[in-house]
């Protein structure tokens, strides 16, 4: 009896206690009832303002490009490098080559390209690239020439064919270049200019340097005000036989002020 007692007495709490982990379990394998979905969509950022570049032709640009610097306008740009920071300033004198180079760095289309030309002493040539994932079509932009902008030290400039191919010394669209050039004696700018330079001009070619061969025959449509000792790292890197850098040097670019 006493031992069917205390079996008894310890029995029952058992099962109260088998009961409430039945309970437990059995609550722990039910499902959650269903809810909406709560996971986010990915979203598609808005497009960029501006033309389309698919949609960019010699015979458009200037009809397209007009307006969008009006709307869009923009004076300074920086130029991102593993070796250094450029800061660019653009002239308001070269509308369509300006609002051309604001269209592309906003658009993204310089982020996927690097320097594929490098030339100590004379330039270093950016715009092409091996990736591109941005379509755009392949158009020219009228020539911007004014004598009061020549290719000092730090001009920028737009790339073109020689005038055998393109005696409407039109510039691409997308290649560009930054000069580095040497130092010359008032003597031997002027000798081997391509127009006749004022006293001011021949005086920069002697103290800052630049490359006065090329002057009066591209468009130069802004200049580095900043980082011209990034520009001399670039032009120091070692090159193979096609003068591209054996190191990519890629480039990020961005319009101050957005």
């Known amino acids: 009896m006493f031992l069917s007692n205390l079996l008894g007495t310890y029995t029952r709490p058992l099962s109260v206690c088998a009961a409430l982990l039945l309970a437990l379990s059995t609550a722990c394998n039910q499902s959650p009832p269903e809810t909406a979905a709560t996971t986010q969509q990915p979203t598609t950022p808005p497009p960029v303002p501006g033309p389309n570049l698919t949609a960019l032709a010699d015979s458009n640009v200037v009809e397209l490009l007009t307006p969008y610097l009006r709307e869009h306008p923009g004076s300074e740009v920086l130029l991102h490098t593993r070796l250094g920071t450029m800061r660019l300033r653009l002239y308001d004198d070269t509308p369509i080559h300006k609002a051309n180079f604001l269209l592309l760095i906003r658009k993204g289309v310089f982020n996927e390209t690097l320097f594929q030309r490098v030339e100590k002493g ?34 920028l400039a737009m790339a073109r064919y020689d005038d055998d191919q393109n005696p409407g010394q ?23 200019a391509g127009r006749k330079l004022t006293p001011a001009q021949v005086q920069t070619y002697a103290t800052e340097g630049g490359l ?3 002057d ?3 468009t130069v449509f802004g200049e580095v005000v900043e980082g011209l000792d990034v520009l001399d790292k670039i032009a120091d890197e070692p090159i193979d036989a096609y003068k591209w850098p054996k190191k990519d040097v890629n480039m990020k670019m961005e319009v101050v002020g957005g």
């Open 122 to 155: 004379l330039v270093i040539q950016g715009g092409r690239s091996t990736n591109r994932t941005i379509a755009i079509n392949r158009y020219r932009l009228p020539p911007e020439i004014r004598p009061e902008h020549f290719h000092k030290k730090g001009a």
């Open 212 to 214: 006065p061969s090329l």
């Open 216 to 218: 009066g025959r591209y």
């Open 170 to 192: 039109l510039s691409s669209g997308i290649d560009f270049y930054i000069v580095q050039g040497k130092k010359l004696a008032p003597n031997q700018s002027q000798a081997v």
